[in-house]
């Protein structure tokens, strides 16, 4: 039995597209493989910044719209725009309150 490097497997597999090969492989180095593509896709599914719930509370529809003085209609054209987006804890609509404090101190700079 021969025993070469995978990235020479690689290359012998694109150098020809009717390579024909058998691996054999034990159940160890299966399992080691499989356990490296798991926590590779879990950190490339990882969201870049994960900031603790306590940090940016969520505020309903109802907070939102009285705080700002607006429908919660106007909130949703908001959303849809793109203006004020929204996030969804479970089911239910929910706005991040460092967004709306962003927005209204934007407001605020611009009266």
Not at 19 to 24: D, G, H, M, P, R
Not at 80 to 92: E, I, M, Q, T, W
């Amino acid at each position: 039995m021969k025993l070469i490097a995978m990235n020479e497997v690689l290359d012998m597999l694109r150098g020809s597209s009717n390579a024909s090969i058998n691996i054999t492989v034990g159940l160890d180095d299966l399992r080691q493989v499989a356990m490296d593509f798991a926590r590779e896709l879990a950190e490339r599914m990882r969201p870049e910044e994960s900031e603790p719930a306590e940090a940016d509370p969520l505020m309903t529809i109802e907070e939102v719209a009285a705080l700002l003085r607006v429908t919660p209609q106007t909130l949703w054209r908001w959303h849809k725009c793109g203006y004020l987006k929204r996030v969804y804890a479970g089911s239910k609509p929910r706005y991040r309150r460092s967004d709306i404090e962003k927005l209204s101190n934007q407001h605020l700079n611009n009266s």
